[in-house]
């Protein structure tokens, strides 16, 4: 028998072992982009977030940069939406506008990730285009659309590109419609393992991206079914893949683990909007220490296998400095 506490003792000796810990390095920042100028405008579903306009996110990207942020996943807000969701392949949409800005003054010092999808875009809601008589989300005629609004953020510079919509062949759809345009450098972290999650509520208030019929549980993963998951990550790679993502985080740790011993490609843990939520709704009322919990969520992420985490606590870990 040894005195285990003798690993305890001081701050040193615990800090020197402290191996799972997220670090700056691995974090991702989540971005909202709005139409027109001069608009910062706190989201009031995911409090201490803001959705901006090219112009001043432009301005604030100063200070992301000098907190020690590097890269980014950006979404849009549309108030212009349309069956097809036309504003998703915009080449002036404030998305694409962004990126060409952002990359004009920034260069290779960020890393911009596109959220690929249609329902910020489209009248229905829908990551895909539906039937108009059924109601059913249409696959292949779905991937089409994604893939064109993949090739518009990747003309305007984006790094990357992330599709989120979970319809069958879209990362192998966007990576053939990104070579054949000489995109072959962009590259694609899949939204692989996505759950129709009640997590994501806070996201959809944010920009009004929630299904206006039914719901996303023919396209997203049942989270009661586990068995999919190897599938899904083996598709998304044979695709063409450069990354995977599993998505919410907290509630399927284990399967980040799962996807951990099944591939070698980067793994990308998203902590989603409800989760942030439920941290910043509580530690608003006292009830529980930020700091602690922002901590222990984030390492359990990277403790289970994630190498990237995309979380919007990241802005407020390096502002308080909460990963010294
Ligand atoms: C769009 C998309 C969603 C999220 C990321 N991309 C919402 C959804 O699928 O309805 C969720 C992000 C979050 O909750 O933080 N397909
Ligand atoms: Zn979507």
């Given at each position: 028998m040894t005195r285990l506490r003798n690993l305890r003792r001081s701050k040193i000796i615990r800090d020197s072992l402290g191996h799972h810990h997220v670090e700056r390095r691995q974090l991702i920042y989540p971005l909202f982009i709005t139409s027109g100028h001069g608009v910062k405008k706190e989201i009031s579903t995911l409090p201490s977030q803001y959705i901006y306009s090219p112009d001043v996110l432009l301005k604030e990207m100063e200070k992301l940069v000098d907190l020690g942020l590097n890269k980014f996943l950006l979404f849009g807000e549309a108030h212009e939406k349309d069956f097809l969701g036309t504003g998703a392949y915009d080449s002036d949409g404030s998305v694409a506008t962004t990126i060409r800005g952002l990359k004009e003054v920034f260069g290779d010092s960020i890393f911009l990730i596109s959220d690929v999808c249609l329902c910020p875009y489209t009248s229905h809601g829908h990551c895909g285009i539906p039937d108009?008589?059924?109601g059913e989300i249409k696959n292949d005629e779905s991937i089409s659309l994604i893939a064109k609004s993949a090739l518009t953020f990747a003309e305007a510079g984006s790094d990357w590109v992330a599709p989120s919509?979970?319809?069958?062949?879209r990362v192998g759809a966007i990576r053939k419609t990104l070579d054949a345009n000489g995109l072959t450098k962009t590259g694609i972290l899949s939204y692989s393992v996505k759950f129709a999650s009640a997590y994501y509520g806070p996201f959809r208030g944010a920009?009004?991206?929630?299904?206006?019929?039914?719901?996303?549980s023919t396209y997203q993963m049942d989270p009661?079914?586990?068995?999919q998951v190897s599938r899904e990550i083996s598709q998304d790679i044979a695709e063409g893949a450069d990354a995977v993502m599993v998505k919410p985080a907290l509630a399927y740790l284990d399967v980040i683990k799962t996807v951990r011993n099944l591939t070698d490609l980067p793994v990308a843990a998203y902590n989603v909007s409800g989760e942030y939520t439920m941290v910043k709704e509580s530690a608003s009322k006292g009830l529980v220490e930020e700091r602690g919990i922002v901590l222990e969520n984030l390492g359990s992420m990277v403790r289970a296998g994630a190498d990237w985490v995309i979380t919007y606590h990241a802005r407020e870990l390096l502002e308080r400095n909460w990963l010294e």
């Open positions: 108009k008589t059924t919509d979970m319809m069958d062949f920009i009004d991206s929630s299904p206006r019929f039914g719901d996303r009661r079914d586990m068995r």
